[in-house]
């Protein structure tokens, strides 16, 4: 046929062997093309991004991902008004199948901090400023744990509160539940896949108060130390409640103290990790304030929820999320208190700034020490890009959902002085 042609192929590219693509590296948003072709980010906050040493590069990609979609799936706030009657909470956490906790309160008016799991069940409460026995909440408690959230009670109508929802996750949460035997150095397997940051301890068949192991409680041997969830007190080393014993990442060890093993006493511990990885979701630490009352902390992310308690001096406990305030450079923080039931403030000087690396204390009392719990935020970010792009359809691409990623396509014909660019792909799994 007139139309015929003979193809050459040279140098073709093998299935399974090396490519022409590189991996390159984004830094402080700096797209720096002497490293690769090819880049990968989940950028956090506002982010504009800039390239670098274009050289013989003439074509790259940016694969930018909108969010942890880890973080979203594990961890939730979520605010919700009151209705005087049942309220189902999507929160995109799957409580039914993989199991975890809640705890939620009123916001705008005295309620205890209430918390349920699915390990002891529905019909079981128990309130972190109070040292009561769990108890049936009835119509009042939660009605249902379901696989994209839960279903609250009765409420205020009107009302505002807010649910925290954790879930079983290794390197992140776990929930044992076990019966006391009243021996000293008694042993409580988990499964939590790392050493706990923090243990909190509550007996259930009876009155007494939480207990709470922090690694933050001191920097050389935390396990000789306690705190109570309840009340305000600082760390103490008295009636040695972990049997002088630092917990691994299968059990921990308690004293024959009736709050953690009365014989024949049940108990709930909530365990939550500290995880130095790169895509960790949770830290938990120290720091101290200067004179100021200052401190900045470095997690290595930026936090969505900040769980904060003096440990050198009575203070209550802090707890602060972004949804309901914890905002940038300014006062303001809303706190609530865990050991408290009274009403949330945000009238304190005292605030925390949360950072694309970790988080600030301003303004705190004055030079003093300080354990925290910190869960990573999704970081649904805000991109910009260079307004000398040339876009193909004529405007920039929208950030990312969480968990969704987006492939642009960049392209050079004078050296990098002036850049096309296309969506490749939009909003991938």
Not at 35 to 56: H, L, Q, R
Not at 83 to 92: E, Q
Not at 256 to 276: E, I, K, P, R
Not at 308 to 335: H, I, N
Request: with cysteine; aromatic share 10%.
């Amino acid at each position: 046929m007139a139309n015929d042609k003979d193809f050459i192929l040279k140098n073709p590219v093998e299935v399974g062997g090396p490519t022409n693509v590189t991996l390159g590296t984004v830094t402080s948003n700096n797209i720096d093309l002497a490293t690769g072709n090819y880049f990968k980010d989940t950028p956090t906050g506002t982010s504009t991004y800039s390239i670098s040493n274009a050289g013989d590069v003439q074509s790259f990609q940016l694969e930018v991902t909108g969010g942890l979609e880890a973080a979203a799936e594990t961890f939730s706030t979520t605010l919700y008004e009151g209705t005087g009657s049942n309220i189902v909470i999507n929160n995109g956490i799957d409580l039914a199948g993989d199991g975890g906790l809640v705890w939620y309160r009123r916001r705008d008016g005295a309620e205890n901090n209430s918390i349920e799991d699915t390990v002891r069940g529905l019909d079981k409460v128990i309130y972190t400023d109070s040292a009561n026995a769990q108890a049936d909440p009835g119509a009042y408690g939660l009605q249902a744990f379901n696989s994209n959230g839960f279903t609250a009670g009765l409420n205020t109508n009107g009302g505002n509160y807010v649910s925290w929802t954790f879930k079983k996750q290794t390197n992140f949460f776990d929930i044992v539940t076990y019966t006391g035997n009243g021996t000293a150095g008694r042993t409580v397997s988990h499964n939590l896949g790392s050493v706990p940051g923090m243990i909190i301890v509550k007996k259930t068949s009876d009155t007494d108060f939480w207990t709470v192991y922090h690694r933050g409680t001191d920097a050389t041997s935390p396990e000789d130390y306690w705190l109570a969830l309840s009340g305000t007190g600082a760390a103490s080393s008295a009636a040695n409640m972990w049997n002088g014993t630092a917990p691994t990442s299968t059990e921990f060890t308690v004293s024959a103290q009736s709050n953690l093993n009365g014989n024949g006493s049940t108990y709930v511990a909530y365990l939550f990790a500290h995880d130095t990885d790169a895509s960790s979701l949770i830290k938990c630490g120290s720091f101290t304030t200067d004179g100021n009352g200052d401190a900045s902390v470095n997690l290595g992310f930026e936090p969505q929820w900040v769980l904060l308690k003096r440990t050198d001096g009575a203070q209550s406990w802090w707890l602060a999320d972004t949804l309901r305030g914890m905002p940038v450079g300014t006062s303001g923080t809303a706190y609530l208190n865990p050991d408290q039931n009274s009403a949330e403030d945000s009238t304190y000087t005292n605030y925390i700034n949360p950072t694309a690396t970790g988080f600030a204390v301003d303004a705190f009392s004055g030079s003093a020490n300080y354990l925290y719990t910190a869960i990573r935020s999704p970081f649904v970010p805000t991109l910009t890009y260079d307004p000398d792009l040339n876009w193909s359809t004529g405007t920039a691409p929208t950030s990312p959902a969480i968990g969704e990623t987006d492939v642009i396509t960049f392209s050079t014909t004078d050296g990098g002085t002036s850049y096309q660019a296309v969506q490749a792909i939009d909003g991938a799994k």
